[in-house]
């Protein structure tokens, strides 16, 4: 089957992302507004249609667009958001003068054929903000036209130059060698004024004052979300990280997939860290889009099944469900998961209020049996807490009387089976969760946490201590403060003061 | 929709401390949608109860049933057995359910586990808010589709009162004042003329007042 893939965005991210998917073989669907750099008859180049609202999971979009013969429905296999972002000046440029131009204007002055040689250039990145490699990437080597073009001396001021790709640091090298005079500056100490026909660029090096006078200064340009990027992301049911680039803050989606299977993001609209590597994450892109697609099966071992006769279309787990994997049925009066959607992460489980949502036992499986007297009931995450664990293979020397379960996301635990667990005799519950902003399901633990104060809310006004339900937040790796958590929870068991 | 909360459990289970086999029965529809009496909240109060009486050392049993609308015989009707085998049937519905059932089972006692606060909707995920006071004689056609008697904190029917500070009610400054909804509204459909229609003193009759209302549907009453 031919997979057409919808790219939304008509820059260079854009048609990255379209040489990408052409190139192993699928199809791409482009819309954007103004023209598209590439001609190829496995493109469709859409221009002014804008995206209204996507349906469906992996493999079958329905994408619905607003065009100026009105409304249009495709379906698309996958989708990549690949907008761009804006480039503004750095705040350095109002106070600069005309000696100063950004990275983005330079290339024209270079080009021009009428041009007063200066005699120093100075370059500057990281005043507004810590650019990323992209931006040292694009400096060094506009630093190095400048040198074998015009001349001059040529300073390139900076705070860091990351050098992680090779390329970065194979134009770091050759531009020290081609006479470019790197200097590190110290935060805050920049100053840029202009003088006599000329711009005096202040800073410290960390060992005194300096101050050069250049016959021109080159900045930086800052790299700012678009208008557009929070309505798109609420369309395509995917995050927004805390500067308003696509995508949360969030270990699990630190490359291009998102929190909703089949959709991704790539380059500048990610924010200053995708341009690191545009091509790559495009090849890497369309690659992951073609392996899943030829063979498309669920992702989770287990995932949510909903009992159309209990359901009463709350819309509760629509509203909480972080991947996009439920929907209201076009004929039966109930809500429906997309199976391929589904990641089996049981948060729309605890929140369905008609316990209509089944996965099967919740998603809980037991990993060690309490033997002897019930003191303590641990639920591991299966993402952090079940792997430590695992790792060390511990699970079997702890102290008697501690009984685990494996979840698949903290997100998924009821308030009511932490009841029974009580009623069954346990002193207290122990709830080993991810970091927050390392949720496999972006909002489980937040879910979690809010759950469970408003228990041990109820907890305490019946007179049962609030401690009986312990909450903490553990990583992967950390076998050795698992183990050391669960032993302390244990330990204080008892010491605890009533209430 | 209605909108019920939940009880506090204290009061709970205080209410069900004289009897020993417990009903906790969920509403399918207005009080699981506002998240306060479905099967989910009827489970967690079972578990409640049993925890509470491991605590206390009392003998209770706590059984659990949601049906689809307890304002309803023939729904209430399908679970005659379990009713039956209850000492008291604490209700998860509004108290319309709740005096259904009581209707039902006319020598059954049946506790109110949901405080019924108002006919709304959800303004945001876990947040309700009131639209509608069912004063049975409908005028959002004259108030841009924003009604001022369960809206305005004074109900007034020609508003507004002059309080208002930035659009906020001064009442309450985390209420959207009624009446600035009204206005802005009535502009942007081109209606502001409504504004100087002039409302009477409610006739209630209509509404709270004359005794138990009752409402025949002609055409499908017998
Ligand atoms: S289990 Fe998780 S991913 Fe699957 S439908 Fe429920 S909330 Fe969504
Ligand atoms: S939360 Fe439960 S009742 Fe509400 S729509 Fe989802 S499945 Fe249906
Ligand atoms: S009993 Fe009350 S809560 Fe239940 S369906 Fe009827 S009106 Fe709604
Ligand atoms: S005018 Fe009466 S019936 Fe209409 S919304 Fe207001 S209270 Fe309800």
Known sequence: MQHRILIIGNGDDAAMAARAVVAVGMEALVIGEGAFPIADDRVTYKDGWTLKHIEGQIGAFEAVFDTSDGEQTETVSSIIAATGADMVPCSLMNSAGDKAVSFKDLPALLNAKEYTLPMAVVFIQDADVDDGQWVSAIGINLARQVRKMWGCDVYYLCRFIRGSHFEVENAYRMARAEGVVFIKYSKDSLAVMPAEGKTTVSFNDYTQEISIQADMVVMSDVLKPQTQTSSLTQKLGIGINHEGFFQYDNAYYPFTATNRRGVYVIGACKGPAGLNDVSGDAAYTALDIKIQLDELRPIADVIAEINLFKCSLCLTCLRFCPHGALHVSDDMPSMVVYDMAC????????????????????????????????????????????????????VAQLPQGVELAEMPCSGSIKPEELVNDIYAGFQRILILACYSDACRHVNGNADMRRQMKALQDTLADMGIARDSIVVMDVAGPSSDDVLEKINSAYNAIGLEVAL | MIVGQEKPVTELLDMIKPYKRVLVLGCGTCTTVSL????????????????????????????????????????????????EQ?????????????????????????????????????????????????????????????????????????????????????????????????????????????????????????????????????????
């Open chain 1, 343 to 394: 990641q089996g992460c049981g948060i729309c489980g605890a929140v369905c209020p008609a316990e209509a949502i089944n996965l099967a036992d919740n998603g809980k499986a037991l990993m060690k049996e309490s033997s002897g007297q019930k003191r303590l009931k641990v639920y591991c995450c299966k993402n952090s807490a079940k792997k430590a664990l695992d790792a060390i293979n511990m």
């Open chain 2, 86 to 222: 209850a000492d008291a049937v604490l209700s998860f519905a509004c108290g319309v359910g709740i005096q259904a059932i009581a209707e039902r089972y006319p020598d059954k006692v049946v506790l109110p586990g949901v405080n019924t606060k108002f006919m709304g909707m959800p303004i945001e995920t876990g947040v309700f808010q009131v639209r509608c006071a069912g004063c049975g004689n409908c005028i959002l056609d004259k108030r841009g589709g924003i009604c001022p008697i369960a809206r305005c904190s004074k109900s007034l029917l020609n508003g507004p009162c002059g309080g208002a500070e930035d659009g906020k009610c001064e009442v309450n400054p985390e209420i959207d004042c009624a009446w600035y909804l009204i206005y802005n509204r009535l502009k942007a459909i081109g209606r502001l003329d409504d504004m100087k229609q002039f409302f009477e003193p409610k006739d209630w009759s209509y509404g709270r007042d004359g005794g138990a209302r009752k409402l025949r549907k002609e055409g499908i009453a017998l």
């Open chain 2, 36 to 83: 306060a009496g479905g099967q989910k909240e009827a489970e967690f109060m079972s578990a409640l109860i049993k925890l509470n009486a491991a605590k206390t050392g009392q003998d209770v049993t706590a059984t659990t049933e949601t049906v689809k609308r307890q304002c309803e015989w023939e729904f209430l009707d399908d679970i005659a057995d379990l009713i």
